[in-house]
Each structure stands twice: as C-alpha cells, then as structure tokens.
C-alpha cells in the first residue's frame, strides 16, 4: 500500500484536524479496498479450485464405476468355474470327471481385476497454493475426506488386497491345469474360491470408494456446495 498525501501549509486547529481526518480516511479506504480487492483473489481462487478439484472428482467416480463394471465381467467366468466343480464334488463325481470339466473350463481359472488409475493433482495444486483453506468448510471437508479415501484404497490394493490368496498354489494349480496334469478337485476349489473372495473383496473396496466419491460432489437444494 502506498499513499501520497498532499502537501499544505496548516495555518490553524481547524485546518490540522481536516488533514488529519483526510490522512486517516485515505489510510482506511486504502486498507479496505487491499482487503476487498484480497478477498476477491481469495474468491476467485477457491472458487476455481472448487471446479477443477470438483470435475478431477467426477473423473475418478467415472473410472470407478468403469472398473466395478469390468471386473463384473472378469469374475463371472470364476463363479461359474466354481459352480461347475462345486456341483461335482456335491454330486460325489469322480477326480477324473472333475479334472475334465475342469480342462473343458481351464481358461476362467485365472485371477483379472480392474482397479482404476485415480488422480490428485488438481487437489494436490490447490492444497500446495492454499486456495484450498479458502474454500467453503463443507466442501473442504468432503474433498479432503475423498481424495484420503483414494489413497487408503491404493494403499488397501498394494498391500492387504491378496492377503486370502494363497498365491503359490494358484500358480501351482494353474501350471498343471496348462500341462493337461490332474489336480485335487479340493485343492482346486480351495483356491477357486479365494481368487473368487479376492475378486468380491476389491468390487466392495470400489463400491465404498464410488460411494465416498458420490458424497464428495453432492449439493443442497439450492445448487450450491452444502455449509
């Protein structure tokens, strides 16, 4: 800020305390347009942040829901797999019999699933340049509650998510299944199961997060962000 005060002789009271009063009125219409005219930059700022955070957001929900619909595909062949041998052990078939419907089915024993590639970098912008503290409360809340549920689920998928799968007999099992070798109907199922409950555990893992995500973009009755 930076005033320039006129230049005068003060020949009496009357004339000194109009200069004063002017130097205090300049002063103060000087500090409240630099603060309107920050409000307005802070404004300005969140509001765009607001956007960019909000259609980054839609994004991810969009890719979300992609990788709930594609993994449907990828696991339907496992549980029908699953029934098939189910049905035979039930049924008291023979090991042999098993291992048949079994070749005859040999492409759906393996383990496929669709997690989305989800961004942050309009979040990590706006929390980096501070125009996320001058958001609305409630949308700051919602946001930072979404993108830690992002990461927690990445995190859940990187570490916890095959932690039912017994991975070596999977190869194992799938290697004689390759080699036309016959394999423990049991066994088999044993890790059918687990890949199918490892399957159905990352579909609710993205059903949580697609709900999260929803939540994060949700509005009041009146078009704006809830308060």
Same mark, same amino acid.
């Given at each position: *800020?930076? @005033?320039?005060?006129?230049? *005068?002789? @003060?020949?009496?009271?009357?004339?000194? %305390?109009?200069?004063? &009063?002017?130097?205090?009125?300049?002063?103060?219409?000087?500090? =409240?347009?630099?603060? #309107?005219?920050?409000?307005? $930059?802070?404004?300005? !700022?969140?509001?765009?942040?607001?956007?960019?955070?909000?259609?980054?957001?839609?994004?991810?929900?969009?890719?979300?829901?992609?990788?709930?619909?594609?993994? /449907? !595909?990828?696991?339907?062949?496992?549980?029908?797999?699953? /029934? %098939?041998?189910?049905?035979?052990?039930?049924? =008291? +078939?023979?090991?042999?019999?098993?291992?048949?419907?079994?070749?005859?089915? $040999? !492409?759906?024993?393996? &383990?496929?699933?669709? #997690?989305?590639?989800?961004?942050?970098?309009? #979040?990590?912008?706006?929390?980096?340049?501070?125009?996320?503290?001058? *958001?609305?409360? +409630?949308?700051?809340?919602?946001?930072? +509650?979404?993108? !830690?549920?992002?990461?927690?689920?990445?995190? #859940?998928?990187? $570490?916890?998510?095959?932690?039912?799968?017994?991975?070596?007999?999977?190869?194992?099992?799938?290697?004689?299944?390759?080699?036309?070798?016959?394999?423990?109907?049991?066994?088999?199922? %044993?890790?059918?199961?687990?890949?199918?409950? %490892?399957?159905?555990?990352?579909?609710?893992? &993205?059903?949580? &997060?697609? =709900?999260?995500?929803? $939540?994060?973009?949700?509005?009041?009755?009146? =078009?704006?962000?809830?308060?």
């Amino acid at each position: *800020m930076h @005033l320039e005060l006129p230049k *005068m002789r @003060l020949h009496s009271l009357t004339d000194f %305390t109009k200069h004063y &009063l002017m130097i205090v009125l300049s002063i103060l219409t000087a500090l =409240g347009l630099e603060a #309107w005219i920050e409000r307005s $930059h802070h404004a300005h !700022a969140a509001e765009t942040a607001n956007r960019h955070i909000r259609a980054e957001i839609e994004a991810n929900l969009s890719d979300v829901r992609l990788s709930i619909k594609t993994n /449907e !595909a990828l696991i339907k062949p496992l549980i029908e797999l699953d /029934e %098939t041998v189910s049905a035979d052990i039930r049924a =008291g +078939a023979t090991a042999a019999a098993i291992n048949q419907h079994i070749q005859a089915r $040999h !492409a759906s024993f393996k &383990l496929s699933v669709n #997690w989305p590639t989800v961004a942050s970098q309009a #979040w990590d912008v706006a929390v980096a340049n501070q125009s996320a503290s001058w *958001m609305d409360d +409630a949308d700051l809340r919602r946001f930072s +509650a979404a993108y !830690a549920d992002l990461h927690d689920a990445s995190n #859940w998928l990187t $570490h916890d998510s095959i932690i039912l799968l017994n991975a070596p007999s999977m190869a194992a099992l799938r290697t004689r299944i390759e080699l036309h070798a016959a394999v423990d109907p049991l066994e088999f199922a %044993t890790v059918l199961r687990q890949m199918i409950s %490892t399957s159905q555990e990352i579909q609710s893992h &993205l059903h949580q &997060l697609e =709900g999260h995500l929803v $939540h994060a973009l949700e509005r009041d009755d009146t =078009g704006a962000a809830h308060g």
